[in-house]
């Protein structure tokens, strides 16, 4: 699909179907390729695979931007994260994992509207924070997330690498990008 269409077709953000799990393992598979031909590998693409997204899929964890029939974005957002957050209290937040869009919509808001629909569905869910990881060493990734209203609470060692721990507090009293646009949205 042409750049004209992707820049004027909405863009939804839905909760994938197990069928759909091939189709965010190739969204991430698109992500992981393009930042491991810049010499900053994230993931590795040969362990984004369809079948891993098959259960966080049926756990109803996995969710897609679409622009009409074009998956544009994926992420994960879990309701428990024992690696990265082991003292969390239990019910108080959700976790954002594997957040990649495609590069034909790089700049054009993709990844700020899946960060405003996580806020969001935080506070539907009387969650109080968002939380993510994200490594350590990588500035970009920081100031993004920072960009966005997450602040840093502290990093984890994980071993051969440092994750950086990144929460937006008191999600329920945020108003987002996402809720204006729902405001503004003319049916």
């Known amino acids: ?5 992707l820049n004027s077709a909405p863009l939804m953000i839905a909760q994938a ?12 598979q698109e992500a992981a390729r393009w930042l491991s031909e810049r010499g900053i590998p994230l993931w590795q693409v ?3 695979t369809a079948e891993r997204f098959r259960a966080p899929a049926e756990r109803g964890e996995l969710y897609l931007a679409w622009q009409g029939d074009r998956a ?8 428990e994260d024992f690696l990265f957050w082991p003292d969390a209290v239990e019910g108080e937040s959700l976790f954002l994992h594997k957040l990649a ?14 960060i405003s629909w996580a806020v969001a569905e935080t506070r539907r869910r009387n969650r109080r924070f968002l939380r993510l990881d994200c490594d350590n060493t990588r500035p970009s ?8 209203g997450f602040t840093l609470q502290g ?12 929460q937006i507090d008191n999600v329920v009293g945020l108003f987002t990008r996402y809720d204006s646009e729902l405001l503004n949205r003319v049916d």
């Open 17 to 28: 179907r197990l069928e759909q799990s091939a189709i965010a393992a190739d969204v991430l």
């Open 155 to 166: 990093v984890r060692d994980m071993g051969s690498w440092q994750a950086a721990l990144y």
């Open 1 to 5: 699909m042409g750049d004209a269409f």
């Open 72 to 79: 544009t974005g994926v992420m994960l957002l879990q309701e």
């Open 46 to 48: 040969s362990e984004i």
């Open 141 to 148: 990734l920081h100031s993004f997330y920072q960009s966005h």
């Open 101 to 114: 869009i495609r590069r034909s919509v790089a700049g054009r808001g993709v990844a700020s509207a899946l």
